[in-house]
């Protein structure tokens, strides 16, 4: 069965450049969520998609942005990027909002 | 705002029960429940829509008391599989799913 595809799996920035981080949900999934995880700690929130508008808004930096597009692919734009911004970027899609939500392999992305 | 879940941490034996709690201060309107290996993607287990829901997912159930804003995850008869760390996820009424700080779950030989 086809699963939520994040790319790219792994990048390395350095710091105050931009990332562009990649989601494709499950077909027929209307709803986008993205988060950031740290090391040890718990997905935190950035930001969410149904039928290609912002739904909420979460704990995403002024120097972040993101998009769904007409194919319900999102995309997570990172300017100025800083070392902070280094962890595993989750993206999960669901069926409806507030549905059971499939995750991503994740991308991680480390900021030198 | 962020559910909170309990213990942060617990360590059992194969075999041995465990129950992880998490509760909210604002109304639900539904809980959901995943499991994440270190390094790897959060796993959905399951999602409790009604208060007083309880649904099972092989020796992994878990409880939704609407009332309460309070949901449990019962682990019976613990496999060395079940380690990792869990997270509640909470759906207030803007549709958001919001994560608990996780419970890490270590199941020893």
């Known amino acids: 069965a086809a699963g939520v595809i994040q790319s790219p799996r792994h990048l390395i920035k350095e710091k105050r450049e931009t990332a562009t981080l990649k989601c494709y949900p499950i077909?027929?999934?209307?709803?986008v969520y993205w988060y950031q995880q740290g090391p040890g700690q718990d997905p935190q929130f950035l930001i969410s998609?149904?039928?290609?508008?912002?739904?909420d808004k979460g704990s995403i930096p002024d120097r972040f942005s993101a998009q769904q597009f007409s194919d319900y692919h999102s995309e997570l734009n990172m300017s100025s990027l800083e070392l902070g911004d280094s962890a595993l970027y989750f993206c999960?899609?669901?069926?409806?909002?507030?549905?059971?939500?499939?995750f991503g392999q994740g991308t991680r992305l480390t900021v030198v | 705002q962020q559910p909170v879940q309990s213990p942060q941490a617990v360590i059992l034996r194969e075999g041995e029960d465990a129950v992880i709690n998490c509760s909210s201060s604002?109304?639900?309107?539904?809980v959901h429940w995943y499991r994440q290996k270190h390094g790897e993607a959060p796993v959905f287990l399951m999602i409790?829509?009604?208060?007083?829901e309880q649904k099972g997912h092989e020796k992994i159930s878990a409880s939704f008391n609407e009332k309460k804003q309070q949901s449990s995850l019962y682990l019976t008869a613990s496999q060395l599989s079940y380690s990792g760390t869990y997270f509640c996820?909470?759906?207030?009424?803007?549709?958001?799913?919001?994560f608990g700080g996780g419970t890490r779950l270590m199941v020893k030989p």
């Open positions: 077909p027929r999934h209307d709803t």
């Open positions: 999960a899609s669901s069926l409806r909002q507030g549905g059971e939500a499939f």
């Open positions: 996820g909470t759906e207030d009424a803007g549709n958001m799913l919001t």
């Open positions: 604002k109304a639900l309107y539904s």
């Open positions: 998609f149904y039928e290609k508008m912002q739904s």
């Open positions: 409790l829509l009604k208060g007083g």
